[in-house]
Nanobody
Framework: QVQLVESGGGLVQAGGSLRLSCAASGRTFSYYTMGWFRQAPGKEREFAAA????????KYADSVKGRFTISRDNAKNTVYLQMNSLKPEDTAVYYC?????????????????WGQGTQVTVSS
């Protein structure tokens, strides 16, 4: 399918910002809907954001809407997650994922390719 490599995670204080990047290879990047998910210890993996093939539409979880922005640069085969006004409850491992159809679903099972995950820790 497609290989995904994430970067940009780290430790930040509450109220701060981070930008995550996910570089894709192996297939035509523009054929994939892309999503960001996150998983905190002891919790289910949850949807954060998604973007369609051309970047013309986006979808966000209520918990991040207004604070996070997903974007993509198909010329660079990269999807981004800009995270602002971070809260301690945003602490999680963040994963990027790819889906072949052009609709944005929130279930992790709807995505067939996953990155390795990058840790985001927000201190209080």
């Amino acid at each position: 399918q497609v290989q995904l490599v994430e970067s940009g995670g780290g430790l930040v204080q509450a109220g701060g910002s981070l930008r995550l990047s996910c570089a894709a290879s192996g297939r035509t990047f523009s054929y994939y809907t892309m999503g960001w998910f996150r998983q905190a210890p002891g919790k289910e993996r949850e949807f954060a954001a998604a973007i369609n093939r051309l970047g013309s539409t986006t979808k966000y979880a209520d918990s991040v809407k207004g604070r996070f922005t997903i974007s993509r640069d198909n010329a660079k085969n990269t999807v981004y997650l800009q995270m602002n006004s971070l809260k301690p409850e945003d602490t999680a491992v963040y994963y990027c994922a790819a889906r072949s159809p052009n609709d944005m679903v929130v279930a992790a099972t709807g995505y067939h390719s996953w990155g390795q995950g990058t840790q985001v820790t927000v201190s209080s």
